[in-house]
């Protein structure tokens, strides 16, 4: 993610949007201002919920007490309320005083295992198992905001009742980092279990927190968010004396060979005018002394596309080169493939539509052309099956970006974002 470039990019444009060549603003709904002044109301709880939740973090799959907090909170605003969906999710369903379309918007609540270093006053001291050790864990993608910024909106639609022209469903999701091995979780799990029927969804909304300008939102109409592929590479070779590595199969060097294999795929092999691919080694883990070459060696790593054709072309390109250069050292290679996430791939007609509606939210603080992200997002499951719209929030410039120990969110941005959700809710069911 191009933090650096998105920054430059997102300030050149608003200067743009003040100057000579401004856009007329779009005039104001009847409810705007009681959509603005509830956001206001509540920030003291949104703040108070959110600096809980990181206090409090859950890894995925595990956020049963994020769970209740949201689930009790539902209960309270008189929603109806399931839990248990997709594990640890949590529904709210909120039937307006007219009848009409049904708008989703979604939150995600899992936390990360990484060790927080933000020395905020609420900063997280917790630990739990992930993968057969204690790690310690930390809101650093901002899902604590998300989740605090949802209930907040639920309450301010909750309380305006009469003037929501339809139904909102409130999804809370969890395991967007992706479920632990062996796990289903996320959002295909609960696509699976019926999340978008019953009542049948027309079209879902989801924020991210991203570092930018506060309370600025930020899209890509179409593709937006890479496809992500997780691989492991199980490499068996021949221990030889470090001394003597002709006795044995020199595994450092042929796993050299395959990273650089994989990086001439990606900039030598496919067409790059076409669209952006990343083919990343990320971890070699292997041997345990100087003098040693080990018999094994494992990589793991990611692929991130947004071409379906590419794709499948590098996945075969990747196997075909760790045979090849295996079979030259005479090792052997076990190639696994996992946690597919598709393009998040934002509705065109959709986001036009629903432009206006993020102009007036953030007071004309919008960009609709950033560079395409290479990151991944699980919200793809949802637009896969409904037209879906997925945009971010600015969060101000924290010491570190998204997943990093020193991730923050300037929570002022969190009013905008109430703000945001609530009014896109409102206008899609009054037809935009
Ligand atoms: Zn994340
Ligand atoms: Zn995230």
Redesign the pocket.
């Given at each position: 993610m191009s933090k650096t470039y998105w920054l430059a990019g997102a300030a050149a444009a608003f200067a743009l949007t003040t100057g000579a060549q401004a856009q007329p603003a779009p005039a104001p709904r009847p409810y705007d201002a009681a959509v603005f002044a509830a956001a206001k109301a509540l920030q003291p709880k949104v703040v108070a919920w959110r600096r809980d939740f990181h206090e409090h973090p859950e890894l995925s799959n595990s956020e049963v007490r994020t769970a209740k907090i949201v689930a009790d909170h539902l209960r309270k605003l008189g929603l109806e309320v399931r839990t248990g969906v997709g594990k640890t999710g949590v529904v709210g369903i909120l039937k307006g005083g007219k009848p009409g379309k049904v708008v989703a918007l979604r939150a995600d609540m899992d936390a990360l295992p990484v060790a927080e270093q933000t020395g905020l006053a609420f900063a997280s001291k917790v630990t739990a198992q992930y993968n057969g050790q204690t790690v310690p864990v930390m809101h650093a993608?901002g899902h604590d905001s998300h989740t605090a910024i949802l209930m907040g909106t639920a309450e301010i639609l909750a309380t305006m009742k009469d003037q929501v022209d339809g139904t909102v469903v409130f999804i809370f999701q969890p395991a967007e980092?992706g479920p632990p091995p062996g796990e289903e979780g996320g959002a295909p799990l609960m696509v699976k279990e019926g999340v978008l029927k019953n009542p049948k969804v027309d079209a879902i909304f989801g924020l991210h927190a991203f570092p930018g300008p506060v309370g600025a939102m930020v899209w890509r109409p179409g593709p937006m968010m890479a496809a992500s592929d997780r691989f492991e590479i199980q490499l068996k070779g021949r221990q030889a004396h470090g001394s003597m590595p002709w006795q044995g199969i020199d595994m450092s060097s042929l796993t050299a060979d395959i990273v650089t294999a994989f990086n001439q795929v990606t900039s030598r092999q496919i067409n790059v005018s076409k669209t952006p691919t990343v083919l990343t080694v990320a971890t070699l883990h292997g041997g345990l002394r100087y003098n040693i070459i080990p018999e094994d060696m494992t990589l793991t790593g990611t692929l991130r596309t947004f071409d379906p054709g590419m794709r499948t072309d590098v996945i075969a390109r990747a196997e075909k080169a760790v045979t090849s250069i295996t079979e030259r050292y005479g090792a052997s290679a076990k190639f696994t493939w996992g946690n597919h996430n598709p393009v998040t791939d934002n509705n065109r007609i959709l986001a036009a539509a629903m432009k206006p509606t993020l102009t007036r939210a953030t007071g004309g603080k919008v960009l609709d052309d950033i560079d395409y992200i290479m990151g991944a997002e699980d919200f793809s499951y949802f637009q896969k099956e409904v037209p879906g719209f997925f945009y971010h929030l600015g969060v101000g410039n924290p010491k570190g970006g998204?997943?990093s120990p020193f991730f923050d969110v300037d929570e002022a941005a969190m009013e905008i974002g109430v703000r945001a959700q609530a009014l896109m809710a409102l206008d899609f069911l009054k037809g935009s």
């Open positions: 993608c980092e998204n997943h």
